[in-house]
C-alpha cells in the first residue's frame, strides 16, 4: 500500500487507481441497495471478495431487516464497540444509541465499563447476554433459559450474529488507528 494515509493508519484507494475487481466492488457498494462506503468498507474494498461477503451480513443489520429492536441492537453494538475499545463505530453508536431512544445514563455505563440496567425486559437480557459474551463469560442455564424465554433464537442468533459483525468492524477500525469521526477521502 502507498499513499499518505486518509483513514486512520489507511491510506484509501482512490477510483482510478483501484483494479477492476476493486472497482467492482466499490461500485457495488455505492450503486446498490448500501449507497455508501461505510466505515469499514473504506478499508475491506481493498479486497473486493469481502466486500461481496461482508456486505449481504451488514445490511442484514440494517432497520427492518432484523428481528431485535433499535434500542436492542445498539446496546448490543455499544457493548461490543466498548468491548474492543474501538473509537470510530462507539462513538457513532453512542450518537445513534441516544438516537433510538436509550437512556443517556445507561449509553454512557456501558461506554465507561460501568453496570447499568433497563426496565425493559428484552433490553435486559440483551444487555446481560452481550455483556457474559463479550467478556468472555459463560452464559449461566438461568441467563439462557431467560432470554430464550423474552427473545426467542431468531432474536438471539441475529444478536450473536452482530455482535461477530461489529467484532470485525471493530478490529478493523482498531488495526488501522481510526479516530472517531474520521470522514476519510471525500468520494
Known amino acids: ?3 499518505q494515509p486518509t483513514f486512520g493508519r489507511y491510506a484509501e484507494i482512490p ?3 483501484m483494479t477492476p475487481a476493486q472497482r467492482e466492488g466499490y461500485r457495488y457498494l455505492l450503486d446498490g441497495p448500501r449507497g455508501r ?4 468498507y473504506k478499508v475491506w474494498v481493498h479486497n473486493p471478495k469481502l466486500v461481496h461477503a461482508a456486505d449481504p451480513l451488514g445490511r442484514h443489520f440494517t432497520p427492518g431487516h432484523y428481528s431485535l429492536s433499535e434500542k436492542e441492537r445498539e446496546i448490543a ?5 466498548t468491548h474492543w475499545n474501538s473509537d470510530y463505530p462507539n462513538a457513532a453508536h453512542e450518537k445513534r444509541g441516544k438516537e433510538v431512544g436509550l437512556p443517556t445514563a445507561a449509553v454512557e455505563a456501558i461506554i465507561g ?3 447499568t440496567s433497563f426496565d425493559d ?3 435486559q437480557a440483551v444487555y446481560e447476554v452481550s455483556m457474559a459474551l463479550a467478556n468472555n463469560r459463560i452464559v449461566s442455564q438461568g441467563l439462557h433459559d431467560r432470554a430464550v424465554a423474552l427473545l ?6 441475529d444478536l450473536v450474529a452482530l455482535m461477530g459483525y461489529y467484532t470485525a468492524v471493530c478490529m478493523t477500525m482498531n488495526f488501522y488507528a481510526v479516530p472517531a469521526g474520521s470522514s476519510g477521502m471525500a468520494r
Do not use: N
Open 152 to 157: 426467542g433464537h431468531e432474536s438471539l442468533s
Open 77 to 81: 453494538v455499544l457493548v461490543i464497540t
Open 37 to 40: 462506503l461505510p466505515g469499514p
Open 121 to 123: 425486559a428484552r433490553e
Open 1 to 3: 500500500m502507498t499513499g
Open 113 to 115: 465499563g460501568l453496570p
Open 15 to 17: 477510483e482510478d487507481k
